[in-house]
C-alpha cells in the first residue's frame, strides 16, 4: 500500500487560505488522492479526492503535481470550523474501498 | 436523511468478555466499513461488507468478525477483549465498492474501553 507524508501540525488565521501539503512518491497509475478531515469527538468527513487534475468542489481545492507524487489542499477561507485533522489518503481503485490513514495534520485555526 | 448511525454510542468491558457493535448505513448504501482507531492515530481498516459478503479485511486477528444483514446493517464482533482493544470503533457507508466508489460517510463511532 501507498504511503503519504503529511506535517503533524499547521496553524492558520481565520479568513485566510491554507495549503495543507501531501507528499505520496509511490504512489501508482491507478491511485487516487482522498482528503478526509476529522473534526474533535467526530468521525471522519470526506473533503476531496482527484486522480491527475486539479479539483474544486464547496469545501475545498485540490492541486496535484504533475508528476502526481505530491498534492496539496486548499482552503481558501479557513473558519474556526476547520479546525481539525486532515488526511491525505490514497486510494486504489480495486475492489475494496479501504482508506489507507496516516497520523494526518492537526490544523488550528486562530480567531 | 439520516446519516451513520452506532450503536451503543460508548461501553465498558472488561478483559475476556466479548462485544458486539452495530451499525446502519445511509439509507440505499450497500457497502459497509469497519475501522478501528485507538488514541492519537488515525483509522485503521478492519473489514468491508457489500452486497452481504466480505470485500476485504485488515490486519485483524480472528477474533474480529463481521456480518453484514439483508438491510444493509452490519454488526462487527470482538472476542477475548485485550487491553488493547480499547478504541473508537467507525463504520462508514458507500452505494458502492471499488472503482465505483468515491465518497464514503462516516458515523460517530462507538467508544469501547476494556479494564
Known amino acids: 500500500d501507498a504511503k503519504t507524508t503529511q506535517p503533524n501540525s499547521m496553524e492558520s488565521n481565520e479568513e485566510e487560505p491554507v495549503h495543507l501539503p501531501c507528499n505520496h512518491s509511490?504512489?501508482?497509475?491507478?491511485?487516487?488522492i482522498h482528503w478526509y478531515r476529522q473534526l474533535p469527538s467526530q468521525g471522519p468527513e470526506y473533503v476531496i479526492h482527484g486522480l491527475t487534475s486539479n479539483v474544486n468542489n464547496r469545501m475545498a481545492s485540490l492541486a496535484i503535481a504533475e508528476d502526481r507524487k505530491s498534492s496539496t489542499l486548499i482552503l481558501h477561507r479557513a473558519t474556526l470550523r476547520d479546525a481539525a485533522v486532515y488526511y491525505c489518503i490514497l486510494r486504489d481503485g480495486g475492489a475494496t474501498n479501504k482508506l489507507i490513514f496516516g497520523t494526518g495534520t492537526l490544523l488550528a485555526v486562530q480567531p | 436523511d439520516a446519516g451513520v448511525t452506532q450503536s451503543p454510542t460508548h461501553l465498558i468491558k472488561t478483559r475476556g468478555q466479548h462485544v458486539t457493535l452495530r451499525c446502519s448505513p445511509i439509507s440505499g448504501h450497500k457497502s459497509v466499513s469497519w475501522y478501528q482507531q485507538v488514541l492519537g492515530q488515525g483509522p485503521q481498516f478492519i473489514f468491508q461488507?457489500?452486497?452481504?459478503?466480505?470485500?476485504g479485511r485488515g490486519n485483524f486477528p480472528d477474533r474480529f468478525s463481521a456480518r453484514q444483514f439483508p438491510n444493509y446493517s452490519s454488526e462487527l464482533n470482538v472476542n477475548a477483549l485485550l487491553l488493547g482493544d480499547s478504541a473508537l470503533y467507525l463504520c462508514?457507508?458507500?452505494?458502492?465498492?471499488?472503482?465505483?466508489?468515491?465518497?464514503?460517510?462516516f458515523g460517530p463511532g462507538t467508544r469501547l474501553t476494556v479494564l
Open positions: 509511490t504512489i501508482s497509475g491507478t491511485d487516487y
Open positions: 462508514a457507508s458507500s452505494y458502492n465498492r471499488g472503482w465505483f466508489s468515491n465518497e464514503q460517510f
Open positions: 461488507y457489500y452486497e452481504k459478503e466480505e470485500r
